[in-house]
């Protein structure tokens, strides 16, 4: 995010020219003030940052990471990070440090990813604090240490970082670092969830779905499932179809079950798309078709999904929705079976 500087040394007219220049390009950058132009917000970086401004020389390395007015070019960002980063900036250190935890615009290396992460956590930059966490709590880069990752994801946390307190949550809840504590887990879920989280809104959904930290609750467990799925998460999406199939927290729907397979199977939802091949097949929420319930099956059980390779192969078996062979069906079983499923 762009930050309009003010330059408080009288006298030094270079430092002042370029204070102004990047300035001029954060305002071209938001369009704060003027139309919001990518191109000429580069132009205005790009004068400032050759005078050796540090903040524009980070913004630069923005611009190119991200294609914004300018083709996308990691190696550039990369280079424009790493001018600012050596000169101490807390912001381009951290993203040097994504730039060598993703391998974009240089060879991936954990290690000096958490060199550079490190260096901007110790200037109190929380977007590098949480990085570090799981870098501590996954052992990429540094022995693998989860009370080290509570330490950091809790500095970031403190500090409003939502995936740090996201992941806060999830060491309590799982006992890594510190002895298990469902409510310490529900109070770092809420602070998430409160910040439009979907992935926490959604693992409290089934906090309270399962009576864990707090009283089982189906009502609340389907409030925080549905803030998820509104954000496009497609694991929740496709809990809250069983959730309107079975009744749970809201009033039994078989047609807003169904349409909330659909939102789960258009991207690419493997379980969910198991899920529609029931629906069709058993005719509930949409008229019955065996056909439509082959193709989804097919779908998911290309997939690699246990459940829909079974189901699959009861369909050939039967001859529903396609042509009976036993063949196939003998295929599809095996194939189920050998990934545990007990329908195989």
Same mark, same amino acid.
């Given at each position: 995010?762009a ?78 990070? =790493? ?14 440090g ?105 693992? =409290? ?19 925080w ?31 807003k ?5 659909l ?59 396609t ?22």
């Amino acid at each position: 995010m762009a930050a309009i500087l003010v330059d408080d040394e009288e006298g030094d007219v270079g430092k002042e020219d370029s204070t102004t220049q990047y300035n001029l390009g954060c305002m071209c950058h938001e369009g704060n003030g003027v139309a919001q132009d990518y191109t000429k917000a580069i132009e205005w970086y790009l004068k400032a940052a050759n005078q050796g401004n540090v903040p524009a020389q980070n913004n630069l390395g923005v611009m190119y990471r991200h294609g914004y007015g300018i083709a996308q070019d990691y190696t550039k960002a990369f280079e424009w990070y =790493l001018k600012a980063a050596n000169q101490g900036h807390a912001t381009a250190q951290n993203n040097l440090g994504w730039m060598y935890g993703h391998g974009n615009g240089v060879a991936q290396d954990y290690a000096k990813a958490f060199e550079w992460y490190l260096k901007a956590a110790n200037q109190g930059e929380a977007s590098a604090q949480s990085p570090l966490g799981w870098m501590y709590g996954h052992g990429n880069g540094v022995a693998q240490d989860y009370t080290k990752a509570i330490e950091w994801y809790l500095k970031a946390a403190n500090q409003g970082h939502a995936t740090a307190q996201s992941n806060l949550g999830a060491m309590y809840q799982y006992g890594k670092g510190a002895a298990q504590d469902y409510t310490k887990a529900i109070e770092w879920y809420l602070k998430a969830a409160n910040q439009g989280n979907a992935d926490v809104q959604y693992s =409290l959904g089934n906090m309270y779905r399962k009576g864990s930290g707090v009283p089982q609750d189906y009502i609340k467990a389907f409030d925080w499932h549905i803030k998820a799925a509104n954000q496009g998460n497609t694991t929740v999406q496709g809990r809250l179809d069983r959730i309107y199939k079975d009744g749970k927290g809201v009033s039994k729907d078989y047609k807003k079950a169904f349409d909330w397979y659909l939102k789960a199977v258009n991207q690419g939802d493997a379980v969910a798309q198991n899920y529609l091949g029931d629906m069709y097949r058993e005719g509930k929420g949409v008229p019955q078709d065996y056909a439509k319930a082959f193709d989804w099956y097919l779908k998911a059980a290309n997939q690699g999904d246990p459940n829909a390779q079974a189901n699959l192969a009861w369909m050939y078996y039967h001859g529903n929705g396609t042509p009976q062979d036993y063949a196939k069906a003998f295929d599809w079983y095996i194939e189920a079976a050998s990934q545990g499923s007990a329908d195989a």
